[in-house]
């Protein structure tokens, strides 16, 4: 079979998500001819728990209108986030400025998208790319036929298993940690967690990353665990625990799934921002909130990548080199976040941690640091204390994190 001529185009984007929305917002916004493919029949499914933080929901709100109701689960809001401790008495953190809406990605990412007025081709996946001076030539496969692209530039966009980071950095999957998520929708006999907030346990019994919160009539418990790890087993033992501690009654999992996730770059400043013509943005870069809340950081990013890509095209400075210098803005953000000196000192999150600590007494407020300090050391074996504490203090003098730590 000859394969057709490849299309020619300014800007091609893989992936159809948030971070392509913005991205594609600003490129089509100047006139540029930019398609986004997606290897998912759209509108696509995608997992997560959905809960926007404000910044997010400004951006969504300011770039694409109000959103409409089928992009929002029930309950269609989320005040906060509760933790939850071994020992340290619960504590509701609620959202700065009040709740936000509790996003169904299958939805909302697919009517940011079309607000974008980009074109899409979905079923389309992204199989690799050849770098030239003036041009990226992408190989696809549309449908289980290849097609070509001949673009200007390159976005990925194509969250946190990232086909296009690994086509221009072989190594670079076996050089991070990788994490694995799962989580099961239960029928609800019994639940006295508040429903308008998401639920996190600081439990270093429990795992890596342990939550649960209400959808839909159903409640969601989910748990991150290492990899060769029993998801079931680990799951099981979370419900046990939520039923005896909270009295957290539950019926039969319907549906379960799961994902890798690339968790830990903006701990340690070590985002993926791609090469010459090839930008890496979203979750592919690296961008991850605290909670793994990573859509605001997706829709900032993309809308920075789409911005450099405009300037690159209209001004004639290298993309690469526009990104990497505005992307900063981003990076502070996120990795302030994980920054301990700011979390000590600073206000770097868009809850107010402080208001909540200070229902507690002063003996509550010990026990809360003694059980995050156990928490944390769960994540001892990455070795990630020296790393976060050299970017901090570079933070503090410099005012911005080091870009040459980025890939
Ligand atoms: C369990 C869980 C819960 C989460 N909860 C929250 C939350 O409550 N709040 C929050 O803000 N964030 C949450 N996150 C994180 C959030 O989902 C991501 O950070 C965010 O979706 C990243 O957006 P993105 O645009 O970078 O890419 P993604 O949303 O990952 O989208 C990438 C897109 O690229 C497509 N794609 C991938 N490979 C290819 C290919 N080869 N060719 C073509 N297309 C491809 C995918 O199908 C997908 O549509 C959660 C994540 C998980 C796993």
């Not at 989320?78 to 990605?105: E, M, N, Q, W």
């Not at 990412?109 to 079923?123: H, L, M, N, T």
């Not at 070509?148 to 086509?167: E, L, Y």
């Not at 690159?312 to 302030?336: K, L, M, N, T």
Request: a positive charge; one cysteine or more; glycine letters at 10%.
């Amino acid at each position: 079979m000859i394969a057709p001529a490849p299309r020619n185009v300014d800007v091609l984007i893989i992936g159809a998500s948030l971070s392509a929305a913005a991205c594609a917002k600003r490129l089509v916004d100047a006139g540029l001819e930019t398609v986004v493919i997606e290897r998912k029949k759209l509108p696509r499914h995608k997992i997560c728990s959905g809960i926007l933080s404000p910044r997010g929901h400004r951006f969504l709100v300011e770039n694409f209108g109000p959103l409409p109701r089928e992009t929002m689960h029930e309950p269609t809001s989320c005040r906060g986030v509760t933790f939850h401790f071994p020992k340290a008495p619960s504590i509701d953190i609620d959202f700065i400025g009040g709740p936000t809406p509790h996003l169904y990605r299958k939805h909302s990412d697919w009517w940011a998208i079309k607000r974008s007025g980009v074109e899409v081709q979905d079923e389309t996946s992204f199989a690799g790319l050849e770098t030239a001076a003036d041009h990226v030539l992408v190989n696809v496969t549309r449908r289980g036929r290849p097609e070509q692209f001949r673009a200007k530039w390159v976005v990925g966009a194509d969250g946190p298993t990232s086909m296009v980071v690994r086509a221009l950095y072989p190594g670079y999957p076996a050089s991070i940690p990788w994490f694995l998520v799962g989580q099961k929708l239960h029928d609800i006999v019994r639940c006295p967690l508040d429903q308008a907030y998401f639920h996190f346990w600081f439990h270093p019994g429990l795992g890596h990353y342990t939550w649960s919160h209400a959808r839909d009539g159903r409640q969601i418990v989910g748990v991150g665990f290492d990899v060769g790890h029993n998801f079931d087993a680990a799951h099981q033992n979370v419900v046990k625990y939520i039923g005896k501690r909270h009295g957290v009654e539950l019926g039969p999992a319907r549906d379960s799934e799961g994902c890798g996730e690339n968790f830990g770059l903006s701990l340690i400043n070590r985002y993926v921002f791609g090469k010459g013509r090839v930008l890496i943005t979203g979750q592919a870069a690296g961008f991850l909130n605290m909670m793994a809340e990573g859509m605001s950081a997706a829709l900032h990013s993309g809308a920075i990548c789409g911005e450099s890509i405009v300037e690159a095209a209209f001004h004639g400075e290298p993309a690469q080199y526009v990104y990497r210098r505005a992307i900063h803005s981003e990076v502070r953000r996120c990795s302030d976040q994980w920054n301990p000196l700011l979390i000590a000192f600073g206000r770097p999150h868009e809850a107010d941690v402080w208001a909540a600590l200070r229902k507690l007494s002063w003996s509550e407020r010990m026990m809360v640091i003694g059980d995050v300090v156990m928490f944390v050391r769960l994540y001892a074996k990455f070795k990630w204390g020296r790393q976060i504490l050299g970017q901090s203090v570079e933070r503090l003098l410099s005012g911005k994190y080091d870009a040459r730590r980025w890939w």
